[in-house]
């Protein structure tokens, strides 16, 4: 089934719901140094931890005042909470807001890692003063899932967290593939944009199917690895334009591929890495390996299988 990270973390989110309302909701700000010993006693406390930045005194004031689980739907609709204040505290970072052409076009012909150190500084605000908090978890979650270096000399990767990590934090698991799968930051990074019929690179398959869908267990053969790789030849960066996305079906390899136990035909173009892109967001590893991140992240450091495979349905 496709996957969807509101599905996973209102499932996520049950386990801890169910023991906190259990017991009293009610909580009392503690300082740092007291916040271990009240978590053991109180699941929101607790679920506060997991899904934001750390238990604020205003996130505190919130679910006394609206209760655990209308704070979590508040959460998984973020655009129904005002971060107009945090907006003015971005405003500092014009950098951040700038497309691929303008970056481009900037007189050092890119960012010279003022990009860079914008986007952590920016992170660090966010995780601090946004009201969105789940959202930056997510945003911080995916993040690392789909790993690039902040050292970019031309801005791409502020591009990449902008258009694909920020969003797509709480969108379906296909569209977030597919917007990385296209991403020059990507591209780039792990050289698909030289993934030619004639000379194929097989650097973003493998790590598309180990890191990004399946897992190192995910149930994949080299064989499935140089049909992936295969299936994207062609997936290439135009700096001519503003999303930088190009397919050159000149390059594409129009054979026919075995996937999976899929059967791409011949004479097709982009469709092969949409393809691709479907069969491994449907994926019962790919369920199962996310499932498991997300547990790790939102409910427990050694989450029960049980939740793990309610998750993964």
């Known amino acids: 089934m496709p996957l969807s990270r509101r599905n996973f973390l209102q499932v996520s989110a049950a386990t801890t719901i169910a023991t906190a309302t259990a017991t009293s909701t009610n909580l009392t700000w503690a300082a740092p140094s007291q916040q271990q010993a009240l978590a053991a006693d109180n699941p929101a406390l607790h679920l506060l931890n997991r899904l934001t930045w750390g238990a604020r005194l205003e996130d505190v004031e919130r679910i006394n005042a609206i209760g655990i689980e209308a704070y979590l739907d508040e959460q998984l609709n ?50 601090v003063h946004s009201q969105r908090q789940l959202h930056e978890r997510m945003v911080e979650f995916w993040s690392d899932h789909f790993n690039i270096p902040s050292e970019s000399e031309t801005g791409e990767v502020t591009v990449f967290q902008r258009e694909v990590i920020q969003r797509n934090a709480l ?88 996937i999976l136990g899929h059967t791409l035909p011949i004479e097709r173009g982009i469709e092969d890495g ?19 991140k997300l547990a790790v992240r939102f409910v427990s450091d050694d989450p029960p299988q049980s939740l793990i495979d309610g998750m993964a349905q």
């Open 274 to 292: 949409l393809h691709v892109l479907s069969i491994l967001a449907n994926h019962p590893s790919a369920a199962r390996f996310i499932s498991y």
């Open 78 to 127: 973020p655009e129904s909470l005002d971060d107009s204040a945090l907006d003015e505290w971005l405003d500092a970072f014009p950098l951040l807001n700038l497309s691929r052409r303008e970056l481009y076009l900037l007189e050092d012909g890119g960012c010279g890692g003022r990009c860079g150190r914008a986007l952590i500084n920016s992170m660090v605000l966010r995780a």
């Open 171 to 258: 969108g379906s698991f296909r569209d977030l593939l597919l917007a990385s799968a296209q991403s020059p930051a990507m591209l780039y990074y792990l050289d698909n944009f030289l993934n030619e019929a004639e000379h194929p690179n097989e650097n973003y398959a493998r790590e598309l199917m180990e890191l990004h869908a399946l897992g190192v267990d995910g149930g994949y053969t080299e064989h499935d690895v140089r049909e992936v790789s295969r299936a994207f030849t062609g997936w290439t960066v135009h700096n001519s334009s503003d999303d930088g996305f190009f397919f050159d079906i000149t390059v594409h390899d129009t054979g026919e591929k075995s």
